[in-house]
């Protein structure tokens, strides 16, 4: 079975620019989560969605915002993009609320 | 919000050594995993332990959630087990996963 796809795997935006980010959870799994991950730290929680709704929110400003689709998909759009920006960006999906979570290999997000 | 700490932050090890990683958490969790973090940055799920043990080849790991810290061993190391390794901890009543700071593995032929 596929696991957790995400696209693009690398892109290169300018500040102020808007960026998509594109995950398709793993077959069956209905719960999509985003983290952001800056070089030499762990994952920071960004969004999760089950079954189309927001469930959770991190800390993060509302520039970043997300949506999952009725085939469970999700998007997360950031506007006005800083240098800080700068990440990867990993998914994760898991069956449903609270289950165990398995993330994509991610995009590596670079704001010039 | 619920803290979570790793240690070591840093482990060498020659090919063949057993290693423990710790990790504590600072209050009542529903999930905890381990994830090894391989050099391209895919995160791979090693285990889904909120409680309990659990052994998968050379890796194992306990958790104690009553005193709240979980251990993963990795008993005969290989280079191919180098790499980071985090610990997650999601909150009761979200999905959220909180994790550590993480313990960069390296092991050396």
């Known amino acids: 079975d596929a696991g957790v796809t995400q696209s693009p795997t690398h892109l290169i935006k300018t500040r102020g620019q808007h960026v998509t980010l594109r995950c398709s959870p793993i077959?069956?799994?209905?719960?999509v989560s985003w983290y952001q991950q800056v070089l030499g730290q762990g994952p920071q929680f960004i969004f999760q969605y089950y079954e189309k709704e927001e469930r959770g929110r991190g800390n993060f400003p509302d520039r970043f915002s997300a949506r999952q689709f009725p085939n469970y998909s999700s998007e997360l759009n950031v506007n006005a993009l800083l240098l800080g920006d700068s990440a990867l960006y990993l998914c994760?999906?898991?069956?449903?609320?609270?289950?165990?979570?398995?993330f994509g290999p991610g995009t590596r997000l670079t704001v010039t | 919000g619920i803290q979570v700490e790793q240690s070591p932050p840093d482990l060498i090890l020659q090919e063949g050594a057993n290693s423990t990683l710790r990790c504590n958490f600072s209050d009542s969790v529903n999930n905890l995993q381990w994830f090894h973090q391989n050099p391209w940055g895919q995160l791979i799920n090693l285990f889904y332990?909120?409680?309990g043990t659990k052994q998968n080849g050379r890796l194992s790991a306990t958790t104690v959630a009553t005193e709240r810290y979980s251990l993963l061993y990795i008993s005969s190391s290989q280079t191919t087990d180098s790499g980071v390794y985090f610990c997650?901890?999601?909150?009761?009543?979200?999905?959220?996963?909180?994790f550590g700071t993480g313990t960069r593995l390296q092991v050396f032929p």
């Open positions: 077959s069956g799994h209905k719960s």
């Open positions: 332990i909120p409680s």
């Open positions: 994760a999906s898991s069956l449903a609320y609270v289950y165990e979570q398995y």
């Open positions: 997650a901890v999601g909150a009761p009543n979200t999905d959220k996963l909180i």
